[in-house]
């Protein structure tokens, strides 16, 4: 089996793992009734997609593993958050690191998509060419605002709402 092989086989885990799902699923229950965007699997794989756009479009040169394993996870936490208010890049940096380990990614590895993770809602590593840079746009890139109904009560800034599709 080749490396790369290798490495794309831990998001394959990831999406597996026991964990993980319950996580998945503690999000869709808290979120039934909500009206704003989700924290689900369909928001993940559009953060993971379009990362890998801006990855290639900008030479950022990251491995595809990592743009898909931060993705996946980046907002695993969310639950908690609306359980007791702790921040969930926070909760998602740190419930992601078991997981990470189970599904035997490199702790070099797994430290950058924890730190990608923990600082997703940080504007101050938005311009930085890193996986952290691209995963606070690719998350913040994702939100359909200009087809979202709920989108007049939405406490988005007003510069971070995407109402346009391509600028
Ligand atoms: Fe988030
Ligand atoms: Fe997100």
């Given at each position: 089996m080749s490396c790369e092989l290798h490495k794309i086989n831990y998001v394959n885990q990831i999406l597996q793992n026991e964990t993980y799902r319950g996580y998945l699923k503690q999000n869709e229950e808290k979120e039934r009734e909500r009206i704003f965007c989700h924290h689900d699997l369909a928001h993940f794989l559009d953060v993971a997609r379009i990362g890998m756009i801006i990855n290639l479009e900008e030479g950022y040169g990251l491995p595809q593993e990592f743009v898909y394993a931060a993705a996946l996870l980046?907002?695993?936490?969310r639950w908690k958050q609306y359980e007791d208010g702790e921040d969930h890049a926070a909760v998602s940096a740190r419930l992601c690191g078991p997981i990470l380990t189970a599904c035997q990614v490199p702790e070099d590895e797994a430290d950058l998509i924890r730190g990608a993770i923990a600082s997703?809602?940080?504007?101050?590593?938005?311009?930085?060419?890193s996986l952290r840079g691209l995963l606070y746009r690719a998350d913040k890139l994702s939100r359909p605002c200009f087809g979202c109904r709920a989108e007049g009560a939405c406490n988005w800034k007003a510069d971070k709402k995407n109402r346009e599709l391509i600028r």
């Open positions: 980046h907002d695993i936490g997703h809602r940080d504007a101050a590593v938005r311009d930085e060419k």
